[in-house]
């Protein structure tokens, strides 16, 4: 699927633009051991720098990660090498070490909005969705509206995403990829009759049904980093995070000024080793070892990121219809007998939110991914964790016994949830009538 095309550019002209980086400067005259080592040293990182962009307009990104990987070593301090050497991790489908390299340039380029927006996309791709809405949140001033607005829609907070580009696409500055950007939103929030409608007005009316069938496999992603990597036309791979003797603190490497060498032969620095062991990363088709037993938490507030890993029904079909109109959804709908009310009162709770809003997004995208979601109905609550906000987000009613089997189900197929006795749980706040009251348990 090329999803990158649909976009028209989309978020990713950005996540991949390119960091001009220059050759240091060779002062003339007299210099000390230390500024003749501190200036090979830059001449070798410029060199390493020069050849990672040349490895990334090949798309080479393993071979770019290594030259990236020694600028980096040899001036740790440079905001422009952190930047190319996340932009390499990118490319080379290793999405935790991109976050620690651009969170690394933001503390030395605070003002950075590529590496803010690139750090969100990032955190997103290793299933953080809750640390890239707040990165975004931070760095709002600095990341364009039309890609944050996307980056927003990505992480699970379609709502936000949808407000900001719609927002966008009624002013003068809207184009067609705030239009598309918001289109995907709509998709991604299950809004397939407005999101027809917004892609309708870019392109032909024959090759609308076509985009919204790519759109819907798009939103149903079978691991956290398929989008992301859609997105960028990458493959993600298996990645044990990047070098600790790159992190930013590290001690700057001494180069030597060897007597009787010339100088030019120092200049040239070997570039750090490309790594080549990485593998893709593979979907477990059996649960892990952890989640053979389910440990009931504690009765007391504990605040979840949204689940890493989101799988979608075995046996789902996804339909597109040619008139969302007439079918109210018309989208990514798996046919599921509903379930009995339950009675219990053993709860499975699947996350704590930021608001009812960003929680509504996780619950429709979860109740389309995972099967043993299906018939039942969101609960929620409003609570308080160090002074701020959050909306708890669970299915209940149940026995124990039923909890601790849902709960183990669905942690097999990559969720992540814990079981408890009810606590003030009631309807979703988006279920409820104008002017229904509920009454605490």
Wanted: glycine residues 10%; aromatic residues 6%; contains cysteine.
């Amino acid at each position: 699927m090329n999803t990158r095309a649909l976009l028209l550019g989309g978020i990713s002209a950005l996540l991949l633009g390119g960091t001009m980086v220059g050759c240091a400067a060779n002062g003339g005259g007299m210099a000390s051991a230390s500024d003749r080592s501190a200036a090979l040293a830059a001449k070798g990182a410029a060199t390493n720098a020069g050849k990672a962009q040349t490895a990334l307009a090949r798309h080479e990104g393993p071979v770019a990660i290594g030259y990236a990987e020694g600028a980096v070593a040899l001036m740790p301090q440079s905001a422009e090498y952190r930047m190319l050497l996340g932009q390499s991790y990118l490319q080379g489908g290793r999405f935790t070490s991109a976050s620690r390299a651009f969170a690394d340039t933001l503390q030395l380029s605070p003002t950075n909005g590529k590496a803010a927006l690139n750090l969100a996309l990032a955190q997103v791709a290793t299933g953080d969705w809750q640390a890239g809405r707040q990165t975004l949140a931070a760095h709002a001033a600095i990341i364009p509206a039309p890609d944050r607005g996307l980056a927003l829609s990505l992480a699970g907070d379609t709502a936000g995403g949808i407000a900001l580009l719609t927002e966008v696409a009624r002013s003068p500055e809207t184009n067609a990829k705030v239009r598309q950007n918001l289109a995907l939103s709509f998709a991604l929030a299950g809004r397939w009759q407005e999101a027809r409608v917004v892609a309708a007005a870019d392109m032909a009316p024959a090759d609308v049904d076509a985009r919204l069938a790519q759109w819907a496999l798009f939103a149903q992603p079978a691991t956290a980093s398929d989008q992301v990597a859609s997105l960028l036309g990458v493959r993600a791979v298996a990645d044990a995070g990047q070098p600790v003797a790159l992190a930013l603190n590290a001690p700057a490497p001494v180069v030597p000024v060897v007597p009787g060498v010339p100088e030019q032969a120092l200049a040239a620095v070997e570039p750090v080793a490309p790594q080549t062991d990485a593998v893709p990363v593979e979907v477990a088709s059996a649960p892990a070892a952890g989640f053979s037993k389910v440990s009931f938490g504690p009765r007391h507030e504990v605040v979840q990121s949204l689940p890493t890993m989101m799988l979608r029904p075995e046996n789902g079909p996804i339909k597109v219809a040619s008139n969302p109109a007439s079918t109210g959804h018309g989208m990514a709908t798996a046919a599921y007998e509903a379930k009995a009310p339950a009675t219990g009162s053993w709860y499975v709770q699947l996350g704590a939110f930021e608001s009812a809003g960003v929680a509504r997004d996780a619950w429709g995208r979860a109740s389309r991914r995972f099967a043993m979601l299906a018939g039942h109905s969101p609960n929620g609550m409003t609570f308080k964790a160090n002074g701020e906000d959050f909306y708890r987000l669970s299915v209940g009613g149940f026995s124990r016994s039923a909890a601790d089997t849902m709960c183990r189900q669905y942690r097999a197929k990559g969720g992540t949830c814990f079981v408890r006795q009810g606590a003030g749980d009631a309807m979703a706040q988006w279920l409820r009538k104008p002017g229904m009251q509920m009454a605490s348990r």
